[in-house]
């Protein structure tokens, strides 16, 4: 049994490798070139799971999968790999597992049998890290003994699909790869609709995910606005946590929050339609040329 809420939006990862119309063959590439399967579509059984969101609240990032009696979670990572992951996992699959066996089977005498998990964090970021590690549920206690429970993350690092064997048998993630490099490089805080629009646009011209593109482009907008946000609303948190002696930190941070606000006002006077684009801009203290940028922006929007 599948949970979904639907107050939680894809990433683009989760659309490609499992909600997309081609996310089953996406994955079982994807999957395959991880694990050093050769699982063909169509001679093995495939079944999704979705449940509430537990490892993220703003949008779903995460991949699962049942395969042949196997429960397989992708979880991607674009910045450093958060090394609770083993404790989030666990809470994740025991939701999973919930869903899969009914509450009056656990207390029958006869064992249920469930799959067995098997847990990858698909990094893409920048950060110099191995190719290849694990992260156990076990370097989180207190104490360094032999543990009864245990989970274990394997962390491929694939940012650049070339040093792994990955490249040979999963073009889908080398497009991937190569899709987020360039929606890294073209993204614009004060205009991040339309960069992700040249990002798309440019992607395709290149061939990157140009079918998945071509259909979605929408769709992937606003997956990435959802990302984008999410990024912003824990990199302010991470800002808060550490304001104490972060003084150099602190004083950048208001500088682009001023001029953020600016750009709220702008779009707000841009709306009421009341003030010219030179008003604004005089009003704002925005360069006319922003306050234009965002005038085509919410006029494609409407």
């Known amino acids: 049994m599948a949970i979904r809420n639907r107050k939680y939006k894809d990433s683009v990862f989760t659309d490609l490798f ?15 070139a991880l694990s050093g399967s050769d699982y063909k579509l169509g001679e093995v059984s495939l ?3 979705i ?5 993220y609240k703003t949008f779903n990032n995460d991949v699962s999968w049942e395969i ?13 790999v958060n090394e609770n992951m083993p404790l989030r996992c666990l809470e994740y699959v025991t939701r999973i597992y919930e869903g899969i066996v009914p509450t009056e089977t656990r207390y029958a005498q006869k064992v249920r049998k469930i799959p067995a998990p098997d847990f990858y964090v698909v ?3 920048k950060d110099n890290i191995p190719m290849e590690h694990e992260l156990r549920l076990s370097d989180a206690f207190h104490r360094m003994t032999p543990a009864s429970l245990e989970l274990v993350v394997k962390v491929k690092n694939c940012t650049n699909p070339e040093l792994l064997p990955i490249s040979g048998n999963c073009g889908i993630l080398k497009e991937y790869c190569r899709f987020v490099e360039i929606v890294e490089n073209t993204y614009s805080r004060s ?3 339309s960069s992700f629009r040249r990002a798309i646009e440019k992607a395709m011209k290149e061939g990157v995910l140009r079918d998945y593109l071509s259909r979605k482009s929408r769709e992937v907008i606003n997956m990435l606005c959802a990302k984008y946000d999410y990024k912003m609303d824990i990199a302010v948190k991470q800002k808060e946590a550490f304001a ?13 929050g001023s001029q953020q606000k600016a750009i709220e006002a702008a779009k707000s006077f841009i709306k009421m339609n009341i003030l010219s684009p030179e008003q604004i801009a005089q009003g704002t203290g925005l360069p006319i040329e922003t306050v234009r ?3 085509d922006e919410i006029a494609e929007n409407l």
Do not use: C
């Not at 449940?51 to 490892?55: A, D, H, P, R, T």
């Open 244 to 256: 104490d002696g972060m003084n150099v930190g602190m004083e950048k941070g208001k500088l682009e």
């Open 293 to 295: 940028e965002l005038a």
């Open 18 to 32: 499992g909600s997309d119309r081609d996310g089953k063959k996406n994955f079982l590439e994807l999957y395959n």
């Open 68 to 80: 042949d009696g196997k429960l397989i979670v992708l979880v991607e990572h674009q910045s450093t």
């Open 47 to 49: 079944e999704r799971k």
């Open 191 to 193: 205009f991040p609709k």
């Open 123 to 125: 990094y893409v970021g």
């Open 51 to 55: 449940i509430e969101q537990s490892l």
